[in-house]
């Protein structure tokens, strides 16, 4: 058995989960998210637990047992608490702000960056180096961040850019440093 896959999934208090053929559908806070899961997943729902079922111990449904299973937990986790990523953004003059819906992002370019946020997501800028993107849909919030980040990759010699506030970076050493 996969071991994520048989991982039962507890609901917590305030979150609805809905199944309509392969369609799931959690609830909760005001958050709606739907997914569709693979037809040959069972997904049972208890009570205040869901299970994950596979039909045969073939590759293919092995790994779509624990995908699946991590898909709803996912959703259920995304209404209840919701998910972050933080970014911070290293670089003289680097810096952001933002403008009702918009985040404007000065990162050294002729331009600053102006970037809309996606529907269902929230962003904060808490200080002029550091992003904060939140949302209840994990992909989306993920997606978002690397977005983001997408507009100035950390440099590997001076360091400066846009990176994960969990991300380390190796700095090179340049060519001066090289001896013959």
Known sequence: MSRIGRMPITIPAGVEVKQDGQTITVNGKGITLVQVVHP?????????????????????HKALHGLTRSLIHNMVVGVSEGFSKQLDINGVGYKAAKDG?????????????????????TIEV????????????????GETAAKIRSFRLPDAYKGKGIKYSYETLRIKEG??????
């Open 101 to 121: 819906a918009k985040l404007l992002l000065n990162l050294g370019y002729s331009h600053p960056i102006v970037m809309v946020e996606p529907e269902g997501i």
């Open 40 to 60: 040959d997943m069972k997904v049972n729902i208890d009570g205040a637990v869901i299970t994950v079922e596979r039909p045969s111990d073939e590759k293919k």
């Open 126 to 141: 808490p200080a002029a180096n550091k992003i904060i993107v939140k949302g209840a849909d994990k992909q989306l919030v």
């Open 175 to 180: 060519k001066t440093g090289a001896k013959k």
